[in-house]
């Protein structure tokens, strides 16, 4: 069965260009606008893994994973985080949301993709070993 990334970014051509690479690579993706929607689709689906951005409106990437963090259901949930170059963040928030990953735009959808295989692929791993 297919894995299913669920990304969150306020900028259509950032989801449209990935959501396609993923799907190339035999993933489902779910898209959201904004930190409210990707909370509420998260919380809907079997997601296996979040893309969001850091910066949009109604709900921020870091308020969106803070919220999923407190979800028990949503908690384990890996999360990559896109930012703008030279945006700082607080490092209590980050800390606390536990990113898997934070990543600089402009990035690469393959550099991309592949580190969403890399930690999937761990994510599995660990569950075995369990």
Avoid: C, W
């Amino acid at each position: 069965m297919a894995r299913t990334i669920l990304l969150v970014d306020d900028e259509p051509q950032i989801t449209h260009v990935v959501s396609r690479r993923l799907e190339k690579e035999g993933y489902r993706t779910v898209v959201a606008n904004d930190g409210e929607m990707g909370l509420e689709l998260a919380l809907e689906h079997s997601i296996d893994l979040v893309v969001s951005d850091l910066q949009m409106p109604y709900m921020s990437g870091v308020e969106m994973a803070l919220a999923m963090r407190e979800e028990a259901s949503l908690a384990q949930i890996p999360i990559i985080l896109l930012t703008a170059r030279g945006y700082v963040m607080n490092s209590e928030q980050e800390t606390k949301a536990r990113f898997s990953e934070v990543m600089a735009k402009p990035f690469s959808a393959t550099v991309l993709v592949e580190r969403i295989r890399q930690i999937l692929n761990q994510d599995t791993s660990i569950r075995e070993a369990a």
